[in-house]
């Protein structure tokens, strides 16, 4: 017996020095719950899974939200009139079918004998992230954006604090107005938009239910209403509401690096950014000494891999400068982007200068935290970013194929 | 004292054991000496010392003394099945494939724990015990915890040899870097169907999202699998194809993978390539045909010589000097014995619903198996996979080509040629005329065709002269091999004809194209969407060697006016136009697979 004693306390004596022998693990910030406390705690938070929630947040005395309003919204949205040529709607862009429920929507698109919808839209319609995945919108008659800058996705734009790239607007309402009216969009003035709506009978019944008449401001109204139903729900919000399980360990570890390396500094609030107008990049390396960071011009390249001594140019941003936005008063201040459904929005930055989101984390952490990241902390901050993915909620307001 | 020394050593065996279970998530460099130390001390200990002094233990008390101990007989029992299953393990391995394996390592694993019971139990003399539970326990134990799972029940089985959770873009070579050495190699490669089965290839995206569409985005990894094993595993949830600037670039006209050797220059490796490259196939080390793509892969643990990672120009340059004065480690390091065998091709040519049915979709490996062509006693007559598809042809016969497969290499007499002809002219054959050619030269090998006029009846013969599988075969639900006849009377009237294409391309209602048609549960043809194959509706696929006889009647056989003059020929189209016309809608530069002829027979009645 005295024996077995003996090697009892030899095993425990060989366990203890094994594990001072192992190397140290990277320990564990947080617990399930105190991750989730954590992230709750600096003003992240999910997103509203019923309608009554939703008012709660969305809901304004200017443009108070309804049912009608909602389903004329959803028209309007997909609706061509509203561009010069009669050929671009807002969903033209910011690429969302109109039936979000309907699943057969790519198979039909492939096999139905009269169907107007070619290229791009057939396969990206049901990816539902309402933006086209270019580099550059187009609008009117071919024209690209002048600053070469992308398109936003629309999907929980109306929770943003701020909306386009610079931040200059604050409202989606105001956002419409302008995307109908500008040479580059949609290019068609307001009293056209009027004059157009006021020959479709349709829509003159369908505004009477909710406006006291047809008029540019209530355009904006209704679609904006329908833009403040376009809000996503994805595993990160089910991690948030309670569900432990939802997101994986790795996505988990990823939302700690995001709280602990001061990502959620600025990607905040319950859209994970769009709360605030920063600086990018914030740690600019090339005007200190332009040595180890600049970029090559002559490679045209435009990630990590291309930096190179080089003193020739200045380069304001880690990437090509296409388009030479400066951002908000040329002091290259932009409007901190949402993250939600960041995988389904490539290409990144302003520009869409950078293809690969791993590449963008990589960027991000270098400019704004000055980190270099690791592989596995770029990864595990990509796995949480992939967690936020989701789908737009089911409401269930607004009535099926109307008009 | 001796047994005392064993008492410890068992300890230590069971400790060293113990340390490799998941839960103590050991880092992989001391996991590996472990294992090692585990393994390797044990067969020792048990061969040496365990063994012979159990022999000598259970003969002193059960035979000498005639001691009665049931402890001692479940202990003597139990350590039989752990050094048993240690050999099995040790030798045979838990490979995955076979039962015995998982089972061994089962017993090992919770026996251990059960011994080590019986252990301290059989010290304890005096304790009367019953063991009854604690066996019920262990067997319990033994059969409901291994779940006997079948491979193919995954979405992808691929796996990482090198222990790591998943690759970077960097582990992944890319085969542009092959290009300064293996220059015939990469060019023949770089317009195949394997360099293009993912995002330049257009009906391969559209089906790779439909299939997310109807089943949901996880689904995609059971096309991924094959299709783009790079991003599986560097955790990718989908394929996408390339963007420049608004558009997508032409890639379906593109010669000699132009982008990709561009953008190696340009973005050295940190782009990751999709398709089937280099060191995909060059880095398996292992294959069964158990399941979908069912081969283990081996990235990161190559011999590398300095600076063969660098994408420095004056470092690249001096990394392939390092290589060519002492190639032995690099041949051996992209080559293996496997490679030959048709086995290897089995991972993605045999094709598996992810779910328990075990329908196949593809089973070309398993037609193989059981033509005439698969005969390793007879090696005249044993033809594998790449005696055919990667084995050069001219003037429509197999011409082994001699030359060298790297620059400045060795003359070889049979260089094994990177086409990978198989049946799919049309997508090589709009970047390369050369690999149409290859493709077209083999295809018309597969068959041979006879007809007869009897009875009122014309009689066609199809003979499977040339494939080492079915006609066609692969998806076969997607390839359309059928007979074209006309028969003309001695007005040069058209009295009977059959297989030909309507005007919108697709094939008449007459034509008898041999093929299989997957139907639903009831029993509706799948179409576009062949993962949702649950009933087999037809299969008129002609297996290797056999002849097949269709029979046609010409009604009035006797009124017509002889001579009859009969064309047949023998026709394939590589995708339906339904198929093609779908692929269009999302890649309208897409044009028309062309029908082509690959037997004519004309014969006068």
Redesign the interface.
């Known amino acids: 017996m005295k024996f077995f004693v003996y090697v009892f306390i030899f095993i425990i004596l060989l366990v203890t020095t094994v594990a001072f022998l192992l190397p140290t693990k990277e320990k564990r910030q947080f617990s399930d719950d105190g991750l989730r406390t954590a992230a709750l705690s600096r003003n992240m938070s999910s997103t509203p899974a019923t309608y009554e929630e939703l008012l709660n947040l969305v809901d304004t005395p200017q443009n108070r939200m309804s049912k009608e309003k909602i389903d004329l919204g959803r028209d309007l949205y997909h609706e061509k009139m509203l561009s010069k040529d009669n050929d671009i709607s807002c969903a033209t862009c910011h690429v969302l079918s109109k039936d979000l429920k309907d699943k057969n929507i790519y198979l039909k698109a492939l096999t139905s004998k009269t169907n107007d919808k070619t290229d791009c839209v057939v396969c990206h319609l049901s990816d539902q992230s309402a933006t086209d995945r270019f580099e550059t919108s187009v609008g009117h008659g071919g024209a690209k954006n002048p600053f070469h800058l992308n398109t936003l996705t629309t999907l929980n734009a109306a929770l943003a604090k701020y909306q386009t790239w610079d931040g200059s607007v604050k409202t989606v309402e105001e956002q419409v107005g302008l995307s109908i009216q500008n040479p580059t969009q949609m290019n068609l003035s307001k009293e056209e938009v009027v004059k157009r709506l006021l020959l479709d009978a349709t829509y003159v019944k369908k505004f009477e239910l909710s406006f006291d008449k047809v008029s540019f401001e209530n355009v904006q109204k209704a679609i904006g209403a329908y833009l403040k139903t376009l809000i996503t729900r994805s595993d990160y919000d089910r991690f948030l509401d309670g569900d432990n399980n939802a997101i994986n360990t790795k996505a988990k570890k990823g939302l700690s690096h995001f709280l602990n390396f001061g990502c959620k500094g600025c990607h905040t609030g319950v859209t994970v950014g769009g709360q605030s107008i920063q600086k990018f990049p914030l740690r600019d390396y090339n005007s200190i000494v332009d040595v180890t960071n600049s970029f090559n011009e002559e490679d045209k390249g435009r990630e990590v891999s291309d930096f190179d001594f080089n003193a020739k140019m200045y380069h304001p941003f880690p990437f090509e400068n296409k388009g030479g936005f400066m951002g908000k008063d040329g002091e290259r201040l932009f409007r901190v982007p949402m993250l939600r459904n960041v995988t389904k929005t490539s290409p990144y930055f302003h520009n869409g200068a950078v293809a690969k989101l791993r590449e963008a984390v990589f960027l991000m952490g270098k400019h704004q935290l000055g980190m270099h990241l690791t592989y596995q902390q770029t990864d595990e901050i990509v796995e949480f970013l992939k967690s936020l993915e989701g789908d737009v909620v089911d409401y269930k307001v607004v009535n099926k194929g109307a008009l | 004292m001796k047994n005392?020394y064993m008492?410890?050593l068992i300890?230590l065996m069971f400790?060293s054991g113990v340390?490799q279970l998941s839960i103590f998530?050991?880092?992989w460099e001391?996991f590996r000496m472990v294992q090692a130390l585990h393994i390797l001390s044990s067969v020792l200990i048990a061969t040496f010392l365990l063994v012979p002094y159990v022999n000598m233990h259970t003969y002193e008390y059960m035979i000498v003394k005639r001691a009665k101990s049931t402890s001692g007989v479940i202990l003597g029992v139990l350590l039989l099945f752990i050094v048993a299953s240690g050999f099995y393990l040790f030798f045979l391995g838990n490979t995955g494939g076979d039962t015995i394996g998982l089972i061994s390592y089962y017993i090992h694993l919770y026996g251990s724990f059960i011994l080590l019971y019986f252990l301290?139990l059989h010290?304890?003399k005096k304790i009367d015990f019953n063991a009854k539970p604690f066996i019920a326990i262990a067997l319990v134990v033994g059969i409901s915890y291994p779940s006997l799972s079948y491979s193919s029940e995954k979405l992808t089985n691929i796996k990482l040899e090198d222990g790591v959770e998943?690759y970077?873009n960097e582990d992944w070579t890319s085969s542009a870097k092959c290009k300064s050495c293996h220059e015939e190699i990469f060019d023949q490669w770089a317009d195949s169907n394997h360099r293009h089965l993912t995002g330049t290839n257009p009906y391969y995206?559209?089906m790779e999202?439909?299939a997310?569409?109807?089943m949901g985005d996880e689904f995609r990894q059971w096309c991924m699998g094959c299709h783009n094993p790079s991003a599986v595993t560097t955790?990718q949830?989908r394929s996408t194809h390339r963007?420049a600037?608004?558009d997508?670039p032409d890639a379906l006209f593109e010669k000699g993978s132009k982008s990709l050797v561009d953008e190696l220059?340009?973005?050295?490796n940190?782009?990751l390539e999709q398709g089937v490259s280099c060191v995909t196939c060059h880095r398996i080390t292992k294959t069964d045909s158990k399941g979908n793509s069912s081969y283990s892969l081996d990235l990161t643990n190559r011999k590398k010589y300095v600076f063969e990672d660098s994408?420095s120009d004056v470092e690249t340059w001096l990394s392939e000097k390092f290589i060519n004065s002492n190639p032995e480690v690099h041949k051996q390091s992209y080559s293996k014995e496997l490679y030959k065998e048709s086995s290897y091709c089995a991972s993605c040519h045999d094709e598996f619903l992810p779910d328990d049915s075990k329908r196949q979709i593809v089973s070309t490996f398993k037609e193989w198996e059981k033509s005439p062509f698969n005969n390793p006693k007879d090696p005249t007559k044993h033809k594998t996979c790449i005696d055919c598809h990667m084995t050069y042809l001219e003037n429509g016969k197999f011409s082994p080509l001699k030359g060298q497969s790297t620059t400045r290499g060795k003359v070889k007499d049979d260089i094994k040629v990177h086409y990978f002809s198989g049946s799919n002219h049309f997508l090589s054959g709009l970047k390369s005329q050369k690999h149409a050619e290859q493709t077209i030269q083999l295809l018309r090998t597969s068959a041979d065709i006879d007809v007869d006029i009897k009875d009122g009846k014309i009689l066609v013969g199809v003979k499977n002269v040339g494939a080492g599988h079915h006609l066609p075969t692969g998806v076969s639900d997607f390839r359309e091999i059928w007979l074209d006849i006309t028969v003309t009377d001695r007005d040069s009237k058209v009295v009977f004809s059959s297989g030909k294409l309507k005007d919108d391309g697709d094939l008449d209602i007459d034509a008898r194209p041999f093929m299989k048609v997957f139907g639903d549960e009831n029993s509706k043809p799948v179409?576009?969407?062949f993962w949702r194959y649950k009933k087999l509706i037809s299969d008129t696929r002609i297996p290797a060697g056999e002849r097949r006889v269709e029979s046609y009647d010409i009604s009035d056989a006797k009124a017509l006016k002889r001579p009859l003059k009969v064309v047949v020929k023998l026709n394939f189209r590589i995708y339906p136009q339904w198929v093609t016309n779908?692929?269009q809608?999302?890649f309208?530069q897409l044009p028309n697979p062309p029908v082509v002829l690959l037997k004519e027979i004309q014969k006068e009645f």
């Open positions: 005392v008492k410890i300890l400790m340390f998530n050991l880092e001391y301290f010290a304890k998943r970077h995206m559209v999202n439909l997310a569409a109807d955790k949830k963007m600037i608004n997508m220059k340009s973005h050295g940190s782009r994408n179409g576009l969407l779908a692929v809608r999302a309208p």
